[in-house]
Structures are given as structure tokens and as C-alpha cells.
């Protein structure tokens, strides 16, 4: 079935996604482990592995900072059923690098182990998975694995104390100030990663890696998905949790605030600056179709805002080198809003107040529909292309669309009724629906902005002034709306090539 030939589907908006994923065996053994598994042919012979744990370093006590990821690499050093030296042939059987952090991910809600295997080989796809049924419950933890390896991860919290891994934690610690996220970076701390015993990994690893808390997932070229299923039970269905009932994962509340924040950070071996702009918001969720059609809207946001910053550094004498806008998921109970330019060195203010300037002006006069009917036609040319390429899924990619329904509980409703469900609502989001997300946007909105300079040239003062001056423009209505013609198209700009 083409795309134009697609029904539209008749839904009310309250109606409810189904909460279940779709187009995956999908289930959850008595142990209380959740699996995913899903045949698909790209690429031929591989198969992508994850185990996922709902629990990373915000969960951490004072004395356990930089535990979670301790418990990750231990992982790879010994297991009831293997030894280091087991687990790296393994990996080099499937042809992975070695070991934690290349095979492996630790961030403040989850910790992740994800393996590439080659199916051909037989045996190789159930011993990855007895692999992954170790990392669940049967890490050793003993005082020996953790001093070998306490280098490792020292080695790793040294390398992240450079310049830009410091001007990153110290960006993240400002994000969440007042909340537990700011003091809870994954690395941990140096006197924890030196001193922690192994009964405190152990109590840890025992406590939080309970099998309610995981997924399996296995995505991959296989003949049979039935018999995937059976192996994850095989090696799976016979584990037990250690802490029982399963802890509750708290939830850590992030505080929203009306004045924004700022820093200026200096990097010497920056190429050029950059500008941040992040508005912080609850994360969310997607449940009813009046959910997913607030989502395409704020999608529609975000990319009719880009169509003008690239306008706007595409003109004579620029603002910016260039801008965008997007929506990300930050923390587990927060997403934010972020805009970034990159700009010439002495360049920071003008470009922030070129990009607050854009924001104030969707707030006061939206967007035409004309810009409006531009955005909507290239998302229904990406869904279409999304639908007749439905056979070309990675396996990877299917694989993070089912880790974000396990971890976020993003709807998965499968590409047939994706592509019905956004042909039928597309035409319908208007430019008034759409110009209400600039509001998430606006300074007072939990804001944090972030300039990055080779050299200092502004301070914390300018970037305040700046926020103060275009706050005084939108109060006042000061700020033209936006016009079309003053931008020759790009197409009607460039000179024919001569001969043609
Ligand atoms: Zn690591």
C-alpha cells in the first residue's frame, strides 16, 4: 500500500494509544523481567542486545557517588559463570570492544548494556543473552574485582576533569541547581571512587538491580522470534531479585524557576562561541491521541522557528553562523527547550539577543500560515518517507524506540498507524495551536543561558542586560513581526549557471 492510498484513521482525541508496544513479542516473565524481542533483516546476520536498568546515579547516596557506574564495570570483570577473561574473549568473539563504557552506559536514571552479535555463529546468540541474564543478578562484587578495578575508573573521572569536561558538569550542576540531579553526576566523586568497600557496591548492585526494574530487548535477523523469546526465558526465567519487594525508583523533582540563570565559560581551545538557550519543563507524556497531536504541534514549533533562524544566517552581515531549536529529554521528570548558535568570537551578546529577539517575536505575532503550510508539508514528506521505507528499520533503531517505551513510556503504535494517525492530523494544526509553545520558551520559563568564548568578552552583567532589554521590546510590542520578503529566496538569489 503507497502512502497517498493510506486511510486516514477516525479517532476522537481522548482516545487512548495502546499503552502496549506494537509490532514486538512483547512480555514480562514472573520474575517480573520485561522483554522486547522483534525478527527484522537489517542488517543481515546481526542482532542488537540490550539490558536496560531503570535506576542510574540520582538514586545514590552520599557515600555512594559513582557507584552505579562502578556496578557497570564490575559487570565485565566477573560474573557467577565468568571471569574477566571469559567476558573478554566473548567480546571478541563478536567482534565488540572491550569491556565497560564501550559496551555499557551509565546516566543519572539508567544504566544501559548493549551488545552487537553476529547470528550466523551458532551459540553465539544465547550466550549473549546468558550474558546479559549475569549482568542482571549474578555480578560477584568481591573486594578483589572492585581494587582491580578502581584504576579504571579513576583513569576515567581524571580524563573527564579537562576543560570542557569541567565547563560540562558545571553547566549541568547550574541546569539542576536545587535539585538532587545537580549532585549526582555518574562519574561520582574521587574520595568515593577511591575509598567506596565492596559491601557497599554489593548492597547497592542487590538492592537496585532488581528484575522489575529491567528490560531485555533482542532485535536482530532471526529466523524465528518465538524461539528468541524461549531463549531469554531459558536464561532469564530461572533468576530471582535479591531485594524483595522491589524498591521503588523516588522521584527527584526538579524546581522551576522565574529568574534565569547564566554563565559565561571560557575555553581556550574552543574553534569559535556558542550560545545556549535551555527552558526547562516537565517531561510529559504521550498517551491519547490529543497527546500526539500536541507533540506533532510542538514539532511544528520547533521547525518553523529553524526555517526563520536559517533565514535570519543566511542574511548579509549575520547574526550568527547558524541557530537551531529542538526539544530534548534532559531527566527522567524534566525536558527542555534548547536553542544553540554558533557565533564569530566577540559575537555572544548580539547573537543571544538576535535569538530571544526571534522567540519574542513568534510570541507576538505566531507564524504565517503560509510558513506553517511549508512546515507541515516537509513533515508529511518525512513521515511518507518513513512509511515506504518501513522494511529499511536498523535493527539499533527499533531496539532505542523500544528502550524509550520501557524507560519513558513512549507510545511505540507501529509505523502503519504512525503514518494513518499523522496523514489524518497534520492538515489540522493551525498556526494559532502551534505559536503557544513559544511560551515554554520565554526567559522566565526555567531558563538557563550559556555562552562559550575562546577569550572573555561578555559577562554574566551583558547577557543580563541583553535578557532585560528584549523583555522591555516584547513588553511594548517594540519588535516588528517577521517579514517574508526581506529575505530573497535562496533559489531566486543564486545567478544561472552560464551554458545552461
Ligand atoms: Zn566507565
Known amino acids: 500500500v503507497g502512502f497517498r492510498s493510506l486511510k486516514l484513521v477516525n479517532v476522537s482525541m481522548e482516545e487512548a494509544l495502546p499503552a502496549e508496544p506494537v509490532g514486538v513479542a512483547y512480555g514480562r516473565l514472573a520474575n517480573g523481567l520485561t522483554y522486547y524481542v522483534r525478527s527484522n533483516p537489517k542488517p543481515r546476520m546481526r542482532a542488537a542486545l540490550s539490558l ?134 555518574p562519574i561520582g566523586t574521587e574520595k568515593v571512587i577511591r575509598t567506596v568497600t565492596h559491601e557497599t557496591v554489593r548492597n547497592f548492585y542487590h538492592k537496585w538491580y532488581n528484575l522489575s526494574n529491567m528490560a531485555v530487548f533482542a532485535v536482530g535477523d532471526f529466523p524465528d522470534t518465538q524461539a528468541v523469546v524461549e531463549l531469554i526465558k531459558e536464561h532469564f526465567g530461572q533468576k530471582a531479585s535479591i531485594s524483595c519487594p522491589p524498591p521503588v525508583i523516588p522521584e527527584f523533582p526538579v524546581p522551576s524557576h522565574i529568574e534565569p540563570r547564566f554563565s559565561c565559560f571560557v575555553e581556550s581551545e574552543a574553534a569559535g562561541s556558542a550560545v545556549v538557550i535551555s527552558c526547562k519543563m516537565p517531561a510529559g507524556e504521550i498517551k491519547t491521541v490529543k497527546d500526539y497531536r500536541d507533540s506533532l504541534a510542538e514539532s511544528i514549533f520547533h521547525c518553523a522557528l529553524n526555517q526563520r533562524l536559517f533565514k535570519l544566517s543566511r542574511r548579509r552581515d549575520p547574526p550568527y553562523f547558524s541557530c537551531s531549536s529542538a526539544a530534548d529529554a534532559l531527566v527522567r521528570p524534566v525536558k527542555a527547550y534548547i536553542m544553540t548558535s554558533s557565533c564569530r568570537e566577540k559575537g555572544t551578546v548580539e547573537a543571544l539577543e538576535s535569538m530571544l529577539v526571534e522567540v519574542a517575536r513568534a510570541r507576538l505575532y505566531g507564524f504565517s500560515e503560509r510558513e506553517i503550510s511549508i512546515v507541515r508539508a516537509l513533515m508529511m514528506s518525512e513521515i511518507e518517507s518513513a512509511y515506504l521505507e518501513r522494511d529499511q528499520m536498523q535493527s539499533t533503531s527499533l531496539r532505542d524506540e523500544y528502550l524509550q517505551h520501557f524507560l519513558r513510556e513512549e507510545p511505540v503504535v507501529g509505523i502503519d498507524y504512525e503514518a494513518r494517525l499523522q496523514k489524518t492530523l497534520l492538515p489540522y494544526i493551525s498556526s494559532a495551536e502551534v505559536v503557544k509553545f513559544a511560551e515554554n520558551f520565554s526567559t522566565t520559563s526555567s531558563c538557563v543561558i550559556k555562552i562559550v568564548e575562546p577569550r572573555a568578552h561578555a559577562s554574566l552583567e551583558d547577557l543580563k542586560a541583553v535578557v532585560l532589554k528584549v523583555n522591555t521590546l516584547e513588553e511594548k510590542r517594540s519588535i516588528p513581526p517577521w517579514e517574508e520578503e526581506q529575505i530573497p529566496e535562496e533559489i531566486v538569489s543564486q545567478s544561472p549557471v552560464p551554458g545552461y
Open 52 to 185: 536496560a536498568v531503570k535506576v542510574g546515579s540520582v538514586v545514590e547516596e552520599e557515600d555512594e557517588r559513582g557507584v552505579a557506574h562502578i556496578v557497570e564495570h564490575l559487570a565485565f570483570s566477573a560474573t557467577s559463570r565468568y571471569t574477566n577473561h571469559d567476558i573478554v574473549r566473548f567480546l571478541e568473539s563478536i567482534g565488540a570492544e572491550f569491556g565497560a563504557c564501550q559496551n555499557a552506559l551509565t546516566s543519572s536514571d539508567e544504566t544501559i548494556y548493549e551488545l552487537l552479535v553476529p547470528v550466523d555463529k551458532p551459540g553465539l546468540l544465547s550466550q549473549a543473552i546468558s550474558v546479559l541474564a549475569e549482568f542482571s543478578s549474578e555480578v560477584r562484587v568481591s573486594a578483589e574485582d572492585l581494587e582491580k578495578e578502581r584504576g579504571a575508573v579513576l583513569e576515567e573521572y581524571r580524563g573527564g576533569r579537562n576543560a570542557t569536561g569541567r565547563m560540562q558538569d558545571s553547566h549541568w550542576t547550574l541546569l539542576f541547581e536545587g535539585s538532587k540531579y545537580a549532585e549526582r553526576l
